[in-house]
């Protein structure tokens, strides 16, 4: 009787060993601790160890492939996101929630037309989150749908009626189909919602700089700063790129209101603030080389200039200033290729076509050095004709004469 229930011990533990899911065979994925689920904002590797070690015991689940893309998505690595929830869709087609983080990802990355092909398809799906309503709204406002765009908006309040953030895309399509007084309004309903929402006193700055009250622009601007400390910008990691981004907007706009009270010097040092915090800002740039090639520091305005190019290559309103620049360099070819595209970006700019007239004769009056200098350096050196060369004229020191007294008046007088 006791070696038969020995057996019956040693029977179940085999059936229990043979029944346990194979690493990778399971399509289920047990639900992962709160601390790893919670944890989106902390960048320790065991957050992502823990993902990634779910994703290799539970290959088949979609949902292990949707945990670890979402992860990466709010650490801003998008490519990451981008492989990880195609794998969740691949696995799983018909749910609404990996189609929109797949719109999100690919939004993101800068696909507005992947982005907005992935969220009709979640849309088919039935997806009623007010994050899908506020994406489909963002992403119909950038496509110039406003009617549309409002409507996802407001399907996006009626779910959740404390979002700020609606507020905000709201209000943007109000200011974009002119109807500035409805945009305030919602601009400031959205700061009541959520104060912190750094891109609103953006917006708002900018609005105000737009009608020249650039002293209500800067109060707007003080009170996005005082969202964060300086310091906590400066110690911002990669994937806080979206508040990076918000912080150098509110130094762009500060310069923008100092640049019209023309405090032209606090606007310098708030446009290189704005690049600092962020390097591809161009039109900050391009404002610091407006601001150096109108006080004639063309060297200085040349190298923002070229920052502008680098960043914004078809930003065609550097060409001309930086063909000035390169002409005041001496870099003649370098200065008529700027000016070419200049001039066919715009035909009739006057300025254009003569700053191409006078880079030309410099160019044929080089070339006719080069040539008279080959042609001398064939002939014997006897025969030569001496190169003219600048000698500077010494200045003529004054002449020393003395100041004496007029006295005529005192003899008049006398």
Not at 50 to 66: I, K, N
Not at 264 to 279: E, G, M, N, Q, R
Not at 299 to 316: C, L, N, T
């Amino acid at each position: 009787m006791i070696r038969m229930a020995q057996v019956l011990v040693l029977f179940l533990l085999i059936f229990c060993v043979a029944c346990r899911p194979r690493p990778g065979a399971d399509t289920t994925m047990p639900p992962l601790s709160a601390s790893v689920t919670m944890a989106a904002s902390d960048t320790n590797s065991p957050v992502l160890q823990a993902l990634t070690d779910a994703v290799e015991d539970y290959s088949r689940s979609p949902q292990a492939w949707f945990q670890r893309a979402d992860w990466y998505l709010k650490k801003g690595d998008w490519q990451n996101a981008l492989n990880d929830i195609n794998w969740a869709i691949r696995l799983d087609q018909n749910n609404s929630m990996y189609h929109y983080l797949l719109a999100l990802t690919y939004q993101r990355l800068g696909n507005s037309k992947a982005a907005w092909e992935s969220a009709l398809q979640a849309e088919k799906l039935n997806n009623q989150m007010p994050e899908f309503f506020l994406l489909m709204g963002e992403l119909s406002q950038q496509r110039k749908e406003y009617t549309q765009a409002q409507k996802y908006l407001g399907k996006a309040l009626e779910i959740n009626p404390s979002a700020g953030e609606v507020y905000y895309f709201k209000a943007k399509v109000a200011a974009e189909t002119g109807d500035t007084t409805q945009a305030l309004q919602w601009y400031h309903q959205g700061l009541k919602k959520r104060p912190d929402y750094v891109d609103m006193y953006n917006r708002l700055a900018e609005l105000a700089n737009a009608s020249r009250n650039y002293e209500l622009a800067l109060q707007y601007v003080r009170d996005g700063l005082r969202q964060d400390s300086l310091k906590a910008l400066v110690s911002l990691q990669a994937q806080d790129l979206g508040r990076k981004s918000a912080y150098a907007n509110l130094f762009y706009n500060a310069g923008n209101s100092f640049k019209g009270l023309n405090k032209l010097d606090t606007a310098k040092y708030l446009f290189d603030k704005t690049v600092t915090i962020k390097p591809s800002f161009y039109e900050a740039d391009y404002q610091l080389g407006l601001l150096y090639f109108n006080d004639k520091n063309y060297a200085k305005a040349q190298g923002h200039f070229e920052k502008v190019k680098k960043y914004q290559p078809q930003f065609r309103k550097t060409n001309y200033f930086l063909g000035v620049c390169y002409t005041q360099a001496g870099q003649l070819a370098n200065a008529s290729t700027e000016l070419a595209l200049a001039r066919k970006a715009d035909p009739t700019d006057n300025r254009i076509a003569e700053q191409s007239q006078k880079v030309s004769k410099l160019i044929a009056i080089q070339q006719y050095r080069q040539r008279r200098d080959s042609l001398n350096a064939l002939l014997p050196p006897a025969e030569r004709t001496p190169r003219r060369t600048f000698i500077p004229f010494e200045p003529i020191a004054p002449k020393s004469f003395e100041i004496k007294k007029d006295t005529s008046m005192m003899k008049i007088g006398g």
